[in-house]
């Protein structure tokens, strides 16, 4: 048995249990995917959003907007687990207040340029810049080039 053969014996070895431990991986998989349920209290987003696009969403906000999911949803006193369908927690309804003028801002207004140079879509994070509250802008102390009176 030569050096060569021996090398492709233990290549085929490895691919084999390399096999092996990807099919054993899979089961668990599958059943983290099926938890999610269809959402049963949308207001503002489209009823019929697929679980992918609907998690992306809120990953989304919880990016932007700098807060964690419970922020928003309630948690149930039972099992002290957030109840995503429910509305006890008012800033559920303030962010789908935020969710129809983000939308408004883009499709009423924004669309309404022609055309865009700029950002391709305005989003939560334009204004929260990732925290709760909205950052006040603080203009810079020198003065623009701009406005300097040319001689
Ligand atoms: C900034 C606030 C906010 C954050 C943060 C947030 N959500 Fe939401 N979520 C909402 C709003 C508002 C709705 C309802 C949308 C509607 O009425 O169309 C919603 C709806 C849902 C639903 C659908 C519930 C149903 O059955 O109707 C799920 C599931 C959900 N959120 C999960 C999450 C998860 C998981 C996180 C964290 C990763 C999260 N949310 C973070 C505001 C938020
Ligand atoms: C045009 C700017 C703007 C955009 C875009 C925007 N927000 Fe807001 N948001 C604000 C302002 C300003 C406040 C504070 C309102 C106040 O003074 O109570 C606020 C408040 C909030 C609050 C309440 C925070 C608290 O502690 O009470 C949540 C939640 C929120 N926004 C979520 C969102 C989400 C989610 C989006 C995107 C879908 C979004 N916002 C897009 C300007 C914006």
Do not use: W
Not at 61 to 89: I, M, R, W
């Amino acid at each position: 048995m030569n050096f060569r053969y021996m090398g492709a014996v233990v290549v085929a070895g490895l691919v084999l249990v390399a096999a092996a431990s990807t099919a054993q991986q899979e089961p668990p998989a599958k059943s983290t995917t099926a938890v999610h349920h269809a959402p049963t209290n949308l207001k503002v987003l489209p009823k019929d959003i697929s679980s992918e696009e609907l998690h992306a969403r809120m990953r989304q906000y919880v990016s932007e907007v700098g807060v964690p999911c419970g922020y928003c949803h309630a948690e149930n006193p039972q099992t002290g687990k957030l109840d995503f369908a429910s509305d006890d927690n008012p800033v559920k309804e303030t962010a789908r207040f935020m969710i129809k003028m983000t939308d408004d801002i883009n499709t009423k207004y924004l669309a309404q340029l022609g055309d865009r140079r700029y950002s391709p879509a305005f989003t939560c994070g334009s204004c929260h810049q990732g925290q709760p509250e909205p950052p006040t802008f603080v203009p810079k102390a020198s003065t623009p080039k701009d406005s300097v009176a040319k001689p």
